[in-house]
């Protein structure tokens, strides 16, 4: 009796799983649809990109060169943002070339929206320096130096993409400043200086700063920015056009110095810069 218990319990063992199979059913197309996944996906980024030309060629040519994209520098944490006082050990610190501390989160919603959201890892911002040589058209004879010394260092805290599917639109949503931006525009003798471009807060709180009140933080440091990419129709027929629409640009901007002809004439702020219900459509013509 006993030897018979010992077979059956081993024949159940054996059966076991084949029976589990027995139950399994292959999912249809209707019921894949239904699953969604729980998390997505996350990158963790940093880079340097450096491009000797980039050249744009119709019949004549655009040429950008010494093209050098990465994070600020070693030692421009102190540079960053100078009015900002609380929290910069924490916001501004261990800068270097690259663009670090990034993380990218790629989410497609159940409505098959991609959402695709570009990150600090760490409480602090991204850092970015921008940097070229020479802008400058060129014809088969003649060619004119647009402008040269470009340099531009920022950070920023977001940026947001989301394709619709329900509208086809491609959205932007930034929140992004420049901390110091120049450039020399040769041909006009125009040049800039210190320019700094911010949220729309950042001014009153530096005035508030001035009368004794805390001054701006980091959250104050980037401006909001909102575009809409898509297809359209232009303005003026039905043919189809690359549209970007300006939802929101609010910011406040300061230029240390205007040059003329090598010389200074002065310095420009704009306070509560809003631009909104922008459009602009583009396409090719002959």
């Given at each position: 009796?006993?030897?018979?218990?010992r077979n059956?319990?081993?024949?159940?063992?054996?059966?076991?799983?084949?029976?589990?199979?027995?139950?399994?059913?292959?999912?249809?197309?209707?019921?894949?649809?239904?699953?969604?996944?729980?998390?997505?996906?996350?990158?963790?980024?940093?880079?340097?990109?450096?491009?000797?030309?980039?050249?744009?060629?119709?019949?004549?040519?655009?040429?950008?060169?010494?093209?050098?994209?990465?994070?600020?520098?070693?030692?421009?944490?102190?540079?960053?943002?100078?009015?900002?006082?609380?929290?910069?050990?924490?916001?501004?610190?261990?800068?270097?070339?690259?663009?670090?501390?990034?993380?990218?989160?790629?989410?497609?919603?159940?409505?098959?929206?991609?959402?695709?959201?570009?990150?600090?890892?760490?409480?602090?911002?991204?850092?970015?320096?921008?940097?070229?040589?020479?802008?400058?058209?060129?014809?088969?004879?003649?060619?004119?130096?647009?402008?040269?010394?470009?340099?531009?260092?920022?950070?920023?805290?977001?940026?947001?993409?989301?394709?619709?599917?329900?509208?086809?639109?491609?959205?932007?949503?930034?929140?992004?400043?420049?901390?110091?931006?120049?450039?020399?525009?040769?041909?006009?003798?125009?040049?800039?200086?210190?320019?700094?471009?911010?949220k729309n807060?950042?001014?009153?709180?530096?005035?508030?700063?001035?009368?004794?009140?805390?001054?701006?933080?980091?959250?104050?440091?980037?401006?909001?920015?909102?575009?809409?990419?898509?297809?359209?129709?232009?303005?003026?027929?039905?043919?189809?056009?690359?549209?970007i629409d300006?939802?929101?640009?609010?910011?406040?901007?300061?230029?240390?110095?205007?040059?003329?002809?090598?010389?200074?004439?002065?310095?420009?702020?704009?306070?509560?810069?809003?631009?909104?219900?922008?459009?602009?459509?583009?396409?090719?013509?002959?």
């Amino acid at each position: 009796m006993k030897s018979l218990k010992r077979n059956l319990l081993a024949l159940a063992i054996i059966g076991a799983p084949f029976a589990a199979q027995a139950e399994l059913k292959p999912i249809d197309d209707s019921q894949m649809g239904s699953i969604t996944g729980q998390a997505g996906v996350t990158i963790e980024l940093e880079t340097k990109v450096n491009i000797g030309e980039f050249r744009y060629t119709d019949e004549g040519s655009l040429a950008i060169k010494d093209i050098s994209i990465g994070g600020a520098g070693a030692g421009y944490e102190d540079e960053m943002f100078k009015d900002i006082e609380i929290g910069r050990s924490l916001a501004f610190k261990d800068y270097t070339d690259l663009i670090d501390n990034i993380k990218i989160e790629i989410d497609v919603a159940p409505d098959g929206d991609a959402i695709i959201n570009v990150l600090p890892i760490t409480a602090a911002p991204v850092d970015f320096g921008v940097t070229t040589g020479e802008w400058s058209l060129q014809g088969n004879t003649d060619s004119t130096l647009l402008a040269s010394n470009f340099s531009m260092r920022g950070i920023f805290n977001k940026v947001g993409i989301t394709v619709d599917t329900a509208t086809d639109k491609l959205t932007l949503d930034t929140k992004v400043g420049i901390s110091d931006l120049d450039i020399d525009v040769d041909f006009l003798a125009i040049g800039i200086r210190d320019l700094q471009l911010t949220k729309n807060t950042y001014l009153e709180k530096v005035a508030d700063k001035a009368t004794g009140g805390n001054g701006p933080t980091i959250l104050d440091a980037a401006a909001d920015i909102v575009v809409d990419v898509y297809k359209d129709q232009r303005f003026g027929s039905s043919d189809d056009s690359l549209a970007i629409d300006l939802q929101q640009f609010d910011a406040d901007m300061k230029i240390g110095q205007v040059l003329v002809g090598g010389t200074s004439i002065g310095s420009l702020t704009l306070d509560n810069l809003s631009v909104q219900n922008t459009r602009m459509r583009i396409y090719g013509h002959q």
